[in-house]
């Protein structure tokens, strides 16, 4: 009866949020929920024991990743659904099995897919007991919250080890952390094997350089972004898996970072037992999830959004972008809390390596000016001989968000798109400018 009740005053905290346009209501449901019950998640998993439920725990490409499988698993009949809008906490967990649930808290649907925060990953495993878990990545992402990888990695070891054998787990082998986590559990993986994706060199900011098993310096064979590759410990013996699921199906997703994500929902949906066949129709019509290459017609023009909240996230969209032939692109940088207060990563992201590509630049966001002075020190052109400093010459400063949406959208061709690579406050602002409405 409880719970039926928090499920009504949810539903009604959802409508409210949705008509006066103030979210979609995906975590405020479940913070009600859980400060009336706070066992309200683990009762609705035990009332819906035939509900196969699928966690997706990384720093980057979780929504993409989520969105992916439920297309796959909908293309072949399947009723999915997924916590909306990132809400990965567990008040997001918590809303999205209120509001997919009827008034008797029955959930009728056969697969719940939930991308949880990293820190949060361990304290959803004391909730539920998954069907299957996907482990995508770990890099630095606001320090000033998780803390170091190492830190996450040992937590998440320490709530592995409680999984029964109903869970299967899907690894990225090419992460050298990921590929240590241990269980009794079955385990699949996948990960990399294409030359085209190569890179001659580790990028600055790397992550998991050292063995896991043993702390030795790691060798690589081969590089495809950050500390992601085929790597082997000469110390200890400890490598990349061998048997790994490697063939990805084509998306209208760019960039070597959705490679993982493909193989990541490949691979999960292959082990679920959909065929093939299906897989690949299914992936033919995928639309990207909001702000992850998301494409928004404006006044003519195709604005791409590609979210970029830590230093690999970062270099991997301006690889993408660079591949595309970008030539007008805005930078939006925000240090609220979703984003981490601190901003000194962005010394981190090689932006040496991209800008001299670009026509335009224009810098935005709560830290605009520190965003500025980044891409100045990028610049070619920054150099003390010189007697006039033109490295500002390409480079547009708005204080205002709007105006710096309003101007580049402007100065876009109509025959080209503007790219814009915001953190994570900062594409839900940016929608909201575009489209008029919030996300959360």
């Avoid at 299967?168 to 994706?197: E, R, W």
């Amino acid at each position: 009866m409880l719970n039926s009740i928090v499920v009504i005053i949810g539903k009604i905290v959802s409508s409210i949020s949705s008509s006066l346009k103030l979210g979609h209501g995906s975590t405020w449901p479940g913070h009600i929920a859980l400060s009336i019950n706070k066992n309200f998640i683990k009762e609705i998993v035990k009332q819906n024991s035939s509900l196969k439920i699928i966690l997706i725990a990384g720093t980057n490409g979780k929504t993409t990743t989520g969105k992916l499988i439920q297309t796959i698993l909908e293309h072949s009949g399947k009723k999915v659904f997924q916590n909306e809008a990132g809400a990965n906490l567990l008040n997001g967990i918590a809303s999205s099995m209120l509001l997919h649930s009827n008034l008797l808290c029955k959930i009728n649907y056969d697969y719940g897919i939930f991308e949880v925060d990293e820190a949060a990953l361990p304290l959803a495993l004391k909730e539920i007991t998954p069907d299957y878990i996907i482990l995508l990545n770990l890099f630095r992402d606001q320090l000033d919250r998780y803390g170091e990888v190492n830190t996450i990695v040992k937590n998440w070891q320490i709530a592995l080890k409680k999984l029964s054998s109903k869970t299967t787990l899907v690894l990225n082998s090419d992460d050298p952390q990921i590929a240590h986590l241990s269980n009794v559990t079955p385990i699949f993986y996948f990960g990399l094997n294409d030359k085209k994706f190569e890179q001659a060199k580790h990028q600055h900011a790397v992550d998991s350089t050292y063995c896991p098993n043993c702390k030795s310096k790691l060798y690589y064979h081969t590089i495809y972004y950050s500390h992601l590759g085929d790597w082997e410990c000469k110390n200890c013996g400890f490598k990349r898996p061998k048997d790994i699921f490697s063939t990805p199906l084509s998306t209208k997703l760019d960039g070597v970072y959705n490679q993982y994500n493909i193989l990541a929902a490949t691979l999960t949906t292959k082990i679920i037992g959909i065929s093939q066949d299906s897989i690949k129709s299914a992936l033919g019509s995928f639309v990207p999830a909001f702000g992850r290459q998301e494409a928004i017609a404006i006044n003519g023009r195709i604005v791409k959004i590609l979210l970029s909240k830590n230093p690999t996230s970062f270099n991997e969209s301006l690889r993408a972008i660079k591949n595309l032939n970008a030539k007008n692109v805005l930078f939006v940088l925000n240090d609220r809390i979703p984003d981490g207060r601190d901003v000194s990563w962005i010394w981190d992201v090689d932006f040496e390596d991209y800008i001299d590509t670009f026509n335009i630049i224009s810098v935005s966001g709560d830290r605009v000016y520190d965003m500025a002075v980044r891409i100045k020190y990028a610049s070619k052109t920054q150099n003390s001989k010189l007697k006039s400093q033109n490295y500002n010459s390409k480079l547009k400063i708005y204080r205002n968000l709007n105006d710096a949406i309003t101007n580049s959208v402007k100065s876009t061709p109509g025959d080209k798109t503007l790219y814009i690579l915001p953190t994570y406050s900062a594409m839900l602002e940016v929608r909201k400018i575009l489209i008029g409405k919030k996300i959360l």
